[in-house]
């Protein structure tokens, strides 16, 4: 499923950010903050449990200790990934990182890993972070890595998307749910999303 994250806070924030006079301080700023506000819908249906472990309050009250009922791995697609997988920690300082990194070969055109690291947890909830999901082809080579890593339970959390991206995902990997902050309107030439916001790996990095 498509869940675009509609929230007046979040719009104006990614508004900010598309301007192209925005320096790579303040865009990485927004980019966590939009990513920390994004989190909240990511994980709406997640449960808070019973560990079995009691705390108690300062009031002298004695309740249950709560955990989620997922073990929550975050894993950026480098680089650009990076931006949004800190605005997600900050929301949840016990989740686990992973990292995955890939490039198209030029020849073959097909996915070459050059690196991927995941933790193994019981119980896994994998959460892919990608600010621009444009052509869908990195988004779509990362999951497929994942899942050949064993895991199934996998979503993925976008900053802007294109139809074509946003389509070729739900087309290869339909058991993804896809969370993004506003779908454009299409792909120019060279791939890039329209309005878009740029290069989102440069931007954050100042590496224009």
Same mark, same amino acid.
């Given at each position: 499923?498509?869940h +675009?994250?509609?929230n007046p806070l +979040?719009t104006?924030k990614?508004?900010?950010?598309?301007?192209?006079k %925005?320096?790579?301080?303040?865009?990485?700023?927004l980019?966590?903050e939009?990513?920390?506000?994004?989190t909240?819908e990511v994980?709406?249906?997640?449960?808070?449990?019973?560990?079995?472990?009691? +705390?108690? %309050?300062?009031?002298?009250v %004695?309740?249950?200790k709560?955990?989620l009922?997922?073990?929550i791995?975050?894993v950026?697609i480098l680089?650009?990934?990076?931006?949004?997988?800190?605005g997600?920690?900050?929301?949840?300082?016990?989740?686990?990182?992973?990292h995955i990194?890939?490039y198209?070969?030029?020849k073959?055109?097909k996915?070459v890993?050059y690196?991927c690291?995941l933790?193994k947890?019981?119980n896994p909830l994998?959460?892919v972070?990608d600010?621009m999901?444009?052509?869908?082809?990195?988004?779509?080579?990362?999951i497929?890595?994942? /899942?050949? /890593?064993g895991?199934t339970n996998?979503r993925?959390?976008n900053?802007?998307?294109?139809?074509e991206?946003? /389509?070729e995902v739900m087309k290869?990997?339909?058991?993804?749910d896809?969370?993004i902050a506003?779908?454009?309107?299409?792909l120019?030439e060279?791939?890039? +999303?329209?309005?878009?916001?740029?290069?989102a790996?440069?931007?954050?990095?100042?590496t224009?």
């Amino acid at each position: 499923m498509l869940h +675009i994250v509609d929230n007046p806070l +979040i719009t104006v924030k990614l508004n900010y950010m598309r301007d192209e006079k %925005t320096n790579s301080k303040d865009f990485r700023t927004l980019l966590d903050e939009i990513s920390s506000l994004m989190t909240f819908e990511v994980f709406r249906d997640l449960k808070a449990l019973p560990t079995g472990d009691k +705390i108690k %309050t300062p009031t002298g009250v %004695t309740i249950d200790k709560l955990h989620l009922n997922y073990n929550i791995i975050v894993v950026p697609i480098l680089r650009a990934g990076i931006g949004m997988s800190n605005g997600v920690i900050n929301m949840l300082p016990t989740a686990r990182i992973g990292h995955i990194g890939l490039y198209r070969d030029e020849k073959t055109l097909k996915p070459v890993e050059y690196f991927c690291k995941l933790p193994k947890v019981e119980n896994p909830l994998v959460l892919v972070c990608d600010p621009m999901l444009a052509t869908g082809g990195s988004a779509c080579d990362a999951i497929s890595m994942i /899942k050949s /890593k064993g895991y199934t339970n996998i979503r993925l959390l976008n900053l802007v998307g294109a139809p074509e991206g946003i /389509k070729e995902v739900m087309k290869k990997h339909p058991d993804v749910d896809i969370y993004i902050a506003a779908q454009d309107e299409k792909l120019n030439e060279k791939g890039y +999303i329209l309005p878009g916001l740029g290069d989102a790996g440069d931007r954050i990095f100042g590496t224009l």
